[in-house]
């Protein structure tokens, strides 16, 4: 399970890393491979992204009430295929709005 769970969270932390479109926002040596924050460049943009995550079957996604943002959780029960189509959302997210 936690080669599984690291190679999950590596697919969302890639992008983050890569990105300037998206924006981690847990120093690197402090990152969760169960929960992983972000942002968008607006909270616009980021309630954009979560009704088309709804729509996609993506749920689950809205961050913490006091914090903000996009939180994926990725526990145990998440399958990578699920994790996968995230990314591949988070990519044609952001292709559709940088």
């Known amino acids: 399970m936690e080669k599984i769970n690291a190679k999950k969270a590596s697919l969302i932390y890639d992008i983050l890393d890569e990105s300037a479109f998206y924006r981690g926002t847990v120093q690197k040596d ?20 979560l009704s088309g995550a709804t729509k996609l079957g993506l749920i689950g996604l809205k961050g913490h009430r006091s914090v903000g943002g996009i939180r994926a959780s990725i526990y145990n029960a998440m399958p990578i295929e699920g994790v996968e189509k995230l990314t591949a959302y988070m ?8």
Not at 91 to 98: D, L
């Open 30 to 49: 402090s990152r969760s491979l169960m929960n992983i924050p972000f942002r968008l460049p607006s909270e616009d943009l980021e309630k954009e992204f």
């Open 91 to 98: 990519r044609e997210f952001e292709q559709k709005n940088s």
